[in-house]
């Protein structure tokens, strides 16, 4: 599923997208150094600022991504957790346990690596093949 079809269904169910302006991606890129792949910034062009109860309960928008990982990483010290990879762009947190990346800014639309507090794992979790894919899970939860 592409970021279209997502949206089409998050609408389609009574919800208001709210995106963010290109100037607001821009300052995203800018903050972090880095060109964001092309699905996250068609997420964010669509949807970034909102979008009703998709994602409802998690940090995942525009005002507080500037936030995100810088709070996973401290999630990570308080549980003696590898540190994030430089290139880690969080993008996802949900109620301050667990948080979602990805690192592969040449992949336009890239796989998806998971913290959850409390894992026995020695390293980040595989959780997605793709960034749509992390989405469309989400779908799921949309009430």
Not at 19 to 36: A, D, P, R
Not at 56 to 79: Q, T
């Amino acid at each position: 599923m592409n970021v279209d079809e997502i949206c089409k269904i998050i609408e389609e169910k009574g919800f208001e997208l709210r995106g963010c302006s290109l100037k607001e991606v821009s300052k995203i890129e800018s903050l972090f150094q880095t060109n964001l792949p092309a699905t996250y910034i068609d997420f964010l062009t669509r949807m970034g600022k909102g979008a009703g109860n998709f994602l409802r309960g998690s940090s995942a928008f525009y005002n507080e991504i500037f936030y995100l990982k810088e709070w996973a990483s401290e999630l990570l010290l308080e549980n003696d957790f590898k540190s994030l990879p430089e290139d880690a762009f969080v993008f996802f947190m949900h109620q301050g346990y667990q948080f979602a990346f990805f690192c592969n800014y040449d992949n336009d639309d890239p796989p998806v690596y998971y913290y959850h507090e409390g894992m026995n794992l020695s390293d980040f979790e595989k959780k997605e093949e793709r960034f749509t894919d992390f989405l469309t899970v989400h779908l799921g939860f949309l009430t």
